[in-house]
């Protein structure tokens, strides 16, 4: 594979993400924007810029270091990948009659009864 390839690739890719990611992280970033528009000095405003960039990049960053390790732990784990989604897509389906027989909201009404502090939290 020419390194032209791969790079048009990882550009693809990227792209895709981007799309993917703009409704979710558009609203934040303007909201990021205005108050730091709102700032009395450049300086405030760019800092509280720096802060998002660094809580936006280093979680990518890590990843990047952290590729190799990650795709051995997975290489180990593909065993165990069907009993995996078998349980998932079992805990899926009881999720969904959990919320439609409505015993969510009686579960949270037990949980405030059985932990009184719970209420207290938000």
Do not use: N
Request: aromatic fraction near 12%; proline fraction near 4%.
């Amino acid at each position: 594979m020419t390194a032209a390839l791969r790079y048009g690739r990882s550009f693809g890719v990227g792209a895709a993400f981007a799309v993917g990611w703009t409704p979710c992280i558009g609203p934040i970033l303007a909201a990021i924007l205005a108050v730091a528009a709102s700032q009395e000095t450049v300086t405030k405003g760019a800092g509280l810029l720096a802060v998002y960039s660094a809580g936006l990049g280093i979680p990518f960053i890590a990843c990047a270091f952290f590729v190799e390790p990650a795709l051995a732990a997975l290489a180990r784990f593909r065993r165990h990948l069907d009993i995996v989604e078998k349980v998932m897509g079992v805990l899926l389906v009881l999720t969904g009659i959990v919320f439609l027989t409505g015993f969510v909201s009686t579960a949270g009404f037990w949980l405030l009864e059985w932990f009184p502090a719970l209420g207290r939290i938000g």
